[in-house]
């Protein structure tokens, strides 16, 4: 058996593109959700070190976390000549084979796959053929009530309801709106926040409810 | 689990505000603190004008788009 490592059962990894396509839309309230529920978002980008190795950063927060969510809606190229993204598939085999080779609490580890749609991944990645996924439609609303819905049924009880994350998080926002904006942070400054920072004010904001 | 419904304000003055919110249903009106939306409509148009009614009653109306960031805030009318 390994030692436990501290944070592991509240810890949640978030495998997802890091554009702003992505960003604004749903790890917003992605990560919302999560720190709502009471859970510890870890991210690859939650911290920068260019002396550090991406794979071992990645791999390391993987193995202290027992949930982990991999959304796989945007490894599709969308335009001609644009590379397909493999980064994300990557990061969820990384997973999958921590869960299967670790004797450990790693055995315990949750498993979120993400998609847009409900079958589309099951033909890129025929692997996951057997495997439950949850879809989002690049929808916010619905992308909550995936994850609200995924922690509930991995044993979280007595939790707000999807509906009530949701109106919750356009609260925050604008609350994160008004009180930015009386900072001096602009538009361009709160569109693409530092997610360590965007962390912070969710927490700061749920603790003052 | 605490329902986060009633986010106490910092240094910023309180004022009502009513926030139009997406809903996979429609848009809803949504007082601030309120537990739950107090109507919801089949387009952001119709929940924009219901919420009209209540910046005449003192609200900040807050207009979000349907990622939840913010369309347009429009001072209460009185």
């Given at each position: 058996?390994?030692?436990?490592?501290?944070?592991?059962?509240?810890?949640?990894?978030i495998n997802c593109p890091f554009d702003e396509d992505y960003y604004i839309p749903l790890l917003r309230p992605l990560i919302f959700t999560?720190?709502?529920?009471?859970?510890?978002?870890?991210?690859?980008?939650?911290?920068f070190d260019s002396g550090e190795v991406r794979i071992q950063k990645i791999s390391n927060l993987i193995k202290n976390s027992k949930f982990s969510i991999h959304d796989l809606s945007r490894i599709q190229s969308?335009?001609?000549?644009?590379?397909?993204?493999?980064?994300?598939?990557?990061?969820?085999?990384i997973d999958i084979g921590c869960r299967l080779f670790i004797n450990g609490e790693e055995k315990s580890k949750k498993t979120l796959v993400l998609e847009t749609e409900l079958y589309r991944i099951k033909k890129a990645l025929s692997d996951l053929s057997g495997s439950d996924i949850k879809h989002h439609n690049n929808e916010p609303e619905k992308l909550v009530r995936a994850i609200r819905n995924w922690f509930v049924e991995n044993g979280l009880k007595r939790v707000p309801s999807a509906t009530s994350i949701w109106e919750n998080f356009n609260e925050f926002m604008a609350d994160f709106y008004q009180k930015r904006k009386e900072e001096g942070y602009k538009d361009k400054d709160l569109a693409m926040m530092p997610v360590p920072e965007f962390i912070h004010f969710i927490k700061e904001w749920i603790k003052n409810v | 689990?605490?329902?986060?419904?009633?986010?106490?304000?910092?240094?910023?003055?309180?004022?009502?505000?009513?926030?139009?919110?997406?809903?996979?249903?429609?848009?809803?009106?949504?007082?601030?603190?309120?537990?739950?939306a107090s109507r919801v409509y089949g387009s952001k148009e119709e929940a924009v004008k219901g919420g009209q009614e209540l910046r005449r009653s003192g609200h900040?109306?807050?207009?979000?788009?349907?990622?939840?960031?913010?369309?347009?805030w429009e001072k209460s009318l009185n």
């Open positions: 058996m390994g030692t436990q490592k501290p944070g592991f059962e509240k810890n949640v990894f999560i720190i709502t529920l009471g859970y510890n978002p870890r991210i690859a980008t939650e911290s969308r335009e001609k000549d644009e590379i397909f993204r493999l980064n994300m598939a990557f990061e969820l085999g | 689990m605490k329902i986060l419904t009633k986010p106490k304000r910092g240094s910023s003055p309180v004022k009502k505000r009513v926030h139009i919110i997406k809903r996979e249903d429609g848009w809803a009106i949504k007082k601030m603190g309120a537990s739950r900040d109306l807050v207009i979000h788009n349907s990622d939840g960031s913010i369309q347009k």
